[in-house]
């Protein structure tokens, strides 16, 4: 830690010593200091602000709360729901929306099958499921040849299924609360899934209250976390990071997505958000920095066109960026 750092630490303590330092981020002289708790006082934080304002070498001051609601305490505890044949689930997340959570869990799921893993990727985000379209099972009816349990989608080696299932695209509902845990409950529990060694899980983006339902209801054996460069994203991410570990589930570590632009016609390599930024973020917060993935037009391509990049060009630098990041994770 260095003086300024050091400085803004004191000065904190002195005005909300009940809140806990979640992150602290001082970069080209910017300060975002995360407060892990509730703000009541705007006069202090406004004074806060001003004081570490004054130091040396800080030109722009970012305060912010996360007082997200952890599982609760009290009173008994969630009944488990059970995921036959499933040994260990992963949560992919991202604090934002848009920031490549989809593309991201559908690459390391077939990553973590080319390792040898037999994998299955469920696609809880109730907002905009992906997952479908990304694996091309998305006119596909859901299969059930016994009347009570459904069969899973294999596709490129893998078992899916999605809660885009059970929307309709052009009718779009808007789910909340117990109706879309318990469309969650159902799809997740009456899934044939087999023999499975990691079920990887498409959160919706955020921190709202699907996550916190899966987190109670599912033993969720770890969390990666997606984010960009750009601070609003990592400010974002830092807040996810937070939630999961309020829930006690263990962060696996903070994936950068479009973490650089490499030109597919030249090979040029341009940082165009500023580089490094979640691998600092996560050292910060003591987490671990999985890699990084760039921005490319194939990835994006390959997803829509239902074939991801690890799937349809595993020889590129592309698929090798997504297949370090799974090797790091077994
Ligand atoms: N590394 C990348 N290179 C190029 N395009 C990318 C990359 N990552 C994601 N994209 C594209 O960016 C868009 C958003 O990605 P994606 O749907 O995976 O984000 P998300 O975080 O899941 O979004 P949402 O919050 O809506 O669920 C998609 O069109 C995707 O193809
Ligand atoms: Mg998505």
Redesign the pocket.
Known sequence: MNKTEEKIRELVKKYFAENNIAALIVKDGRAIITLQNENEDQTKVKELEQQIAALEGINKVNIIFTSERGAPTLGKEPEKWLLKGVKKVIAVA?GK????????AVNLALALSKLGKKIALFDA?I??P?IPTMLGYENQPVVSYDGKTFAAFEVHGIKSMSIGTLIDRDAPIIWRGAKAGGALEQLLTQVEWGDIDIMVI?M??GTGDIQITLAQHLKIDGAVI?STPQDIALIDAVKGVNMFQKVDIPILGIVE??SYYICPKCGHKEEIFGHAGAKETAEKMGVRFLGE?????D??TH??AGKPIVEDKPESPQASAYMEIAKKLV
């Open positions: 991202s929306g848009g920031v490549g959570k989809s593309t991201t985000d907002y905009g992906s498409d919706p983006p997606v997505n479009m993935v760039p921005l490319h037009i990835i994006r997803a829509d």
